[in-house]
């Protein structure tokens, strides 16, 4: 959150949509996650007031509000982590959720609370600073011996002011392409072995000190560092999508929403909140209203070279080429999808683009309950409630 005294005045567009990201996310992740029956830890680990100075819900209290509508709530205990307004959260949170801290302080100074306090319970980290300097990627590369019974993060990524405090570091040329004038700057003054860390290595600077020597602008570098920085995730999560929140085609993103797991159903059910608002974003635009979310509908990844083609390809062809001449399982064929083509396409997108085939009678379809309770034959593209196997004919 932000340190400046006008931030709290009032919910900036892209606060609106990275706020109903977590809401629409937290409501389906509580009712598939009370089934394990462990002990769940929500973390809003850069929590702000709690409520903007317009009246508008800050995560604290969105998140309060899903929690009290879920029937995990007995399950549920709630921190908030705040260093500069924890006066002000507290007396916004207070008597809301029977199960609720506020920490005052750092993030970076209870991490290892963190990791104590999750010990055995299914932990949820919304990650929300204002800058990066905080984002430590040895905080995530420790999580795997914390002991939790499951962990998902969903993190707002400021790659757009790593990369400008990147060329003040390097020493290298700002140029106009960074900066926005609805952007607010950071105070995330730094040093190089700080962005290593954050980065997860050094390769950032390469892709900044390239980029003079081929006069490249910095759209297409914030593009390919988040590549890197999103491999490096999946070196700890199963699972990670990102997408990238703008407020002008032609702008740099202000930020990268990215989400981190290890589970299948976390991910589908982010892949589902994330095409959602992707889609609500593009409607908006063609009512002639700003555009949020970057187009991914011609941005295709090589899912063996995680390197983008920019190629103009179907959901047809894509799945045609993805399908070969043995029984592929269905979820992991969406589970690829999401892997090389982001939130371009919902699972929902997914399986009916099969069914469609199916119709067309070009892929053959093995249920594992090829019958209805009525005897009748199953037309099910359920793939988590059941296995579902699809080959080309």
């Given at each position: 959150m932000s340190n400046n005294s006008t931030f709290f005045a009032a919910k900036k567009n892209w606060s609106v949509l990275k706020d109903d990201l977590l809401a629409n996310y937290l409501v389906p992740y509580l009712e598939k996650i009370k089934i394990t029956k462990k002990e769940i830890l929500i973390v809003d680990c850069f929590a702000g007031?709690?409520?903007?100075?317009?009246?508008?819900?800050?995560?604290?209290?969105?998140?309060?509000?899903?929690?009290q509508q879920s029937n995990a709530s007995q399950l549920t205990k709630l921190v908030f982590i705040e260093k500069n307004y924890a006066a002000d959260l507290s007396l916004n949170v207070n008597g809301k959720f029977h199960n609720t801290e506020v920490w005052s302080g750092c993030y970076e100074d209870f991490i290892e609370k963190i990791k104590t306090e999750g010990r055995g319970k299914n932990v949820f980290l919304y990650i929300d600073p204002y800058g990066v300097k905080s984002l430590d990627f040895s905080f995530f590369s420790s999580l795997d011996s914390a002991g939790f019974h499951s962990i998902e993060i969903l993190m707002n990524f400021?790659?757009?002011g790593?990369?400008?405090e990147g060329c003040r570091l390097l020493g290298c040329e700002c140029v106009d392409d960074i900066q926005s004038s609805s952007f607010e700057a950071s105070n995330d003054i730094s040093s190089i072995a700080t962005w290593d860390s954050i980065a997860n290595g050094d390769?950032?600077?390469?892709?900044?000190?390239?980029?003079e020597e081929k006069e490249l602008t910095l759209h297409p570098i914030e593009e390919t560092f988040c590549q890197r920085y999103v491999q490096e995730l999946k070196k700890l999560f199963t699972f990670v999508v990102d997408v990238p929140i703008r407020d002008k085609q032609s702008a740099m993103p202000h930020y990268r929403m990215i989400y981190a797991t290890k589970h299948y159903m976390g991910v589908l059910l982010m892949a589902?909140?994330?095409?959602?608002?992707w889609k609500k974003i593009i409607e908006s635009q063609k009512k002639g209203q700003e555009e949020l979310f970057e187009s991914y509908e011609i941005e295709v990844v090589n899912p063996f070279t995680q390197i983008r083609d920019f190629e103009r390809s179907d959901l047809t062809t894509l799945l045609l080429s993805?399908?070969?001449?043995?029984?592929s399982n269905v979820r992991d064929i969406v589970l690829r999808m999401i892997d090389s083509c982001g939130i371009a396409y919902s699972p929902s997108d997914i399986t009916s683009k099969l069914k469609a085939l199916e119709e067309a009678d070009r892929i053959a379809v093995a249920r594992k309950k090829p019958f209805t309770p009525t005897n009748r034959p199953s037309k099910s593209w359920d793939f988590e409630a059941e296995d579902i196997f699809v080959r080309l004919k």
């Amino acid at each position: 959150m932000s340190n400046n005294s006008t931030f709290f005045a009032a919910k900036k567009n892209w606060s609106v949509l990275k706020d109903d990201l977590l809401a629409n996310y937290l409501v389906p992740y509580l009712e598939k996650i009370k089934i394990t029956k462990k002990e769940i830890l929500i973390v809003d680990c850069f929590a702000g007031k709690g409520k903007f100075d317009d009246g508008s819900l800050g995560s604290p209290l969105i998140i309060l509000e899903k929690v009290q509508q879920s029937n995990a709530s007995q399950l549920t205990k709630l921190v908030f982590i705040e260093k500069n307004y924890a006066a002000d959260l507290s007396l916004n949170v207070n008597g809301k959720f029977h199960n609720t801290e506020v920490w005052s302080g750092c993030y970076e100074d209870f991490i290892e609370k963190i990791k104590t306090e999750g010990r055995g319970k299914n932990v949820f980290l919304y990650i929300d600073p204002y800058g990066v300097k905080s984002l430590d990627f040895s905080f995530f590369s420790s999580l795997d011996s914390a002991g939790f019974h499951s962990i998902e993060i969903l993190m707002n990524f400021n790659s757009n002011g790593f990369l400008r405090e990147g060329c003040r570091l390097l020493g290298c040329e700002c140029v106009d392409d960074i900066q926005s004038s609805s952007f607010e700057a950071s105070n995330d003054i730094s040093s190089i072995a700080t962005w290593d860390s954050i980065a997860n290595g050094d390769y950032w600077r390469g892709m900044l000190s390239c980029r003079e020597e081929k006069e490249l602008t910095l759209h297409p570098i914030e593009e390919t560092f988040c590549q890197r920085y999103v491999q490096e995730l999946k070196k700890l999560f199963t699972f990670v999508v990102d997408v990238p929140i703008r407020d002008k085609q032609s702008a740099m993103p202000h930020y990268r929403m990215i989400y981190a797991t290890k589970h299948y159903m976390g991910v589908l059910l982010m892949a589902r909140e994330m095409n959602r608002a992707w889609k609500k974003i593009i409607e908006s635009q063609k009512k002639g209203q700003e555009e949020l979310f970057e187009s991914y509908e011609i941005e295709v990844v090589n899912p063996f070279t995680q390197i983008r083609d920019f190629e103009r390809s179907d959901l047809t062809t894509l799945l045609l080429s993805s399908i070969g001449s043995s029984n592929s399982n269905v979820r992991d064929i969406v589970l690829r999808m999401i892997d090389s083509c982001g939130i371009a396409y919902s699972p929902s997108d997914i399986t009916s683009k099969l069914k469609a085939l199916e119709e067309a009678d070009r892929i053959a379809v093995a249920r594992k309950k090829p019958f209805t309770p009525t005897n009748r034959p199953s037309k099910s593209w359920d793939f988590e409630a059941e296995d579902i196997f699809v080959r080309l004919k």
